[in-house]
């Protein structure tokens, strides 16, 4: 996956936070007893903002935190959330978790790994989706169910995969925006 | 018995606090903070019998009186909001559909204990979770009933919603508190336990989402209340979960000690129609899988006890004929696997080999070796770690050989004569 860009609008490696997002994270490392219990809210917001975690930020993390980047990156790679690398503009999440599996999880992965031409932990080529099963998400009475950033896609079969996938594949707006829509008409 | 946990279940989104007040939530927390002392508190819930839903089923009121009765310091209270169970979907329902019942109840352990601020560690996946949290807080610091002066009484009590980033080992209270304070996601060896040593090394007490649930109601109706639902040895109702092949997949409420049977025929609708039943979970990913002959199993801590397994979250999966149990079995061999912290040897190479193994007789490639080798993992493994991780991958592996051994006993590789014996497991 390396050697993707980052998302379009997206900020790129070398970007350094606007001045409204840096005073967040100076709050967040002051809102816990100590500097570092803002640390995981940190990264959370510096990844929306960048779409990923860049060295930069993990130096600044650091900075903030009173711990060495090296720290930071530790903590970083423990949690499968956070990204290392620019991701894909629409990274799917497919639930292969048991009550998913037994409601037919892998027939959706399978159906969308044909319909975006990518496997399973891959990225299409225009970097617009990228494939990936996740462990459960606790959607297990409404499965299968599956995840893009965090927006929850819930009693998903093959062609209501289909038919998220043509609507995202449309929209060249705002991502997170283009998200909400797809799962506001997935719900109908 | 009437339902109380689950009223507000059927909404589409979170109840805002005029309306949860008009329903009487907060109601109970102002009393209580106004004419009670800490301790009567802790007797109330001890007296009740309210015990930990989130797996472990811990007496609640006892784990609270562990907290220091003349504190110098803070201390906390932390919610485990990190479901992360596979079966388990419950406590996301009271995050948001009903959060100002959860807070209400915050309210309240914080007062009991002697905790001025409550830290809600919510799994990273769970944004709408958060934000229905998120908002309930700000409703209530708005309207005076948390912060600087909750309630009026001049006590402070604060509620701050933090968000994990992915990982099932942060549902363990110590691994949590790791979490909570930026670090790598790895359970602390005890003791110290966390009323002594907990958050950011202060006394801390770490309670489900759906314990804490139940004490507004506990308060406000009394013990025999409590007591006249469920078990003896576990009072109240709880939220089952069903998912898997039932007609009506779901969270229901219902009273502590109904057979798995009764959860699954009378709450979730039964098996879905055309399918039969494989095996069924219990509890959750951990407690592992039981045949259909024991679907009259009693859901109840100390009855599931007796049959090797446990009650968990009292998330029932139902797995169908269609899906075979080595199949299922693997899901969940690999998901241990991958979600193993690392951090000690007997369950970072164990959750790997017994998955690998597993992998081998799915592919029909087993040997008669491999059930000792299996044994030893989980012999090996048990009682030899920081956490109880080991315990939790033993529970399917160590259940589908008890009850499903001729699924295995089928998948050994005929011997060939010029093949190399031995037990590898890499490949």
Avoid at chain 2, 303 to 324: C, D, F, Q
Avoid at chain 2, 389 to 401: D, K, V, Y
Wanted: with cysteine; glycine share 12%.
């Amino acid at each position: 996956m390396s050697g993707a860009s980052a998302r379009p609008g997206q900020p790129g490696e070398d970007a350094t936070p606007p001045e409204p997002l840096l005073r967040e994270l100076e709050a967040l490392a002051a809102r816990y007893p100590t500097k570092r219990g803002g640390l995981l809210l940190m990264l959370h917001r510096l990844q929306e903002w960048r779409g990923w975690i860049a060295p930069a930020d993990m130096r600044r993390c650091g900075t903030l935190t009173g711990i060495s980047a090296a720290e930071v990156f530790s903590v970083v790679s423990f949690y499968t959330m956070f990204r290392t690398r620019p991701g894909a503009r629409f990274p799917i999440g497919v639930c292969r978790n048991i009550a998913c599996f037994v409601q037919g999880s892998e027939r959706v992965t399978r159906a969308l790994s044909e319909k975006l031409g990518c496997e399973p932990g891959g990225m299409t080529a225009d970097g617009k989706f990228s494939l990936q099963e996740v462990e459960c998400l606790g959607s297990c009475g409404s499965g299968p169910c599956l995840e893009i950033d965090s927006r929850y896609f819930e009693n998903v079969d093959t062609d209501k995969a289909g038919r998220i996938v043509d609507r995202l594949a449309r929209s060249d707006g705002d991502a997170t925006e283009a998200i909400e829509e797809a799962a506001k008409a997935a719900r109908q | 018995m009437a339902n109380y946990l689950s009223l507000e279940f059927a909404r589409s989104g979170p109840m805002l606090l005029a309306e949860a007040r008009g329903k009487g939530r907060w109601a109970t927390a102002e009393r209580v903070l106004k004419t009670m002392k800490p301790e009567q508190v802790v007797d109330e819930v001890k007296n009740a019998g309210l015990r930990g839903r989130g797996g472990a089923w811990f007496p609640a009121g006892i784990k609270w009186s562990f907290m220091p009765k003349e504190p110098k310091g803070p201390s906390y209270l932390v919610i485990n909001a990190d479901e992360g169970e596979p079966g388990t979907f419950k406590d996301r329902q009271i995050m948001e559909k009903d959060p100002h019942l959860l807070l209400e109840g915050i309210a309240i352990a914080c007062f009991a204990m002697r905790a001025e601020t409550c830290f809600v560690y919510v799994r990273g996946e769970y944004l709408s979770s958060l934000v229905a949290l998120e908002t309930a807080i700000a409703e209530c610091e708005q309207a005076g009933l948390l912060g600087d002066d909750a309630l009026g009484t001049g006590r402070r009590v604060r509620v701050l919603a933090h968000r994990g980033a992915g990982a099932y080992i942060c549902g363990e209270e110590t691994a949590l508190l790791n979490s909570l304070e930026g670090r790598r996601g790895e359970p602390r060896a005890k003791p110290p336990f966390p009323a002594v040593y907990g958050a950011f090394g202060r006394p801390t007490t770490v309670n489900n989402v759906e314990t804490i649930a139940n004490v507004p109601f506990i308060l406000e109706r009394g013990v025999p209340w409590f007591r006249s639902m469920g078990t003896q040895g576990a009072p109240g109702n709880i939220l089952y979960g069903v998912s898997g092949a039932v007609e009506n997949p779901g969270i229901y409420e219902g009273p502590l000690g109904m057979t798995a049977r009764a959860v699954i025929d009378q709450l979730a609708g039964g098996v879905k129609a055309g399918r039969k039943m494989r095996a069924f979970i219990p509890g959750g990913a951990s407690t592992g899988f039981l045949p259909p002959g024991k679907l009259d199993v009693v859901m109840d801590p100390d009855a599931l006890k007796k049959e090797g397994t446990m009650l968990g979250t009292g998330g029932i999966v139902v797995i169908p004929e269609e899906v075979e149990l080595l199949d299922a079995l693997r899901v969940l061999s690999r998901f241990f696997r991958h979600e193993t912290c690392g951090q000690c040897a007997p369950c970072r190479e164990g959750a790997a080999w017994s998955d690998q193994i597993v992998g081998r007789f799915q592919r029909g490639e087993g040997s008669g070796d491999d059930f000792a080798l299996l044994n030893d993992i989980m012999r090996g493994s048990k009682s030899r770690t920081i956490c109880v991780f080991p315990e939790a991958f033993a529970g399917p592996l160590g259940s589908a050989l008890v009850h499903f051994k001729g699924d295995f006993e089928k998948s050994i590789k005929p011997a060939s004569p010029s093949a190399p014996q031995g037990t590898a497991v890499h490949g």
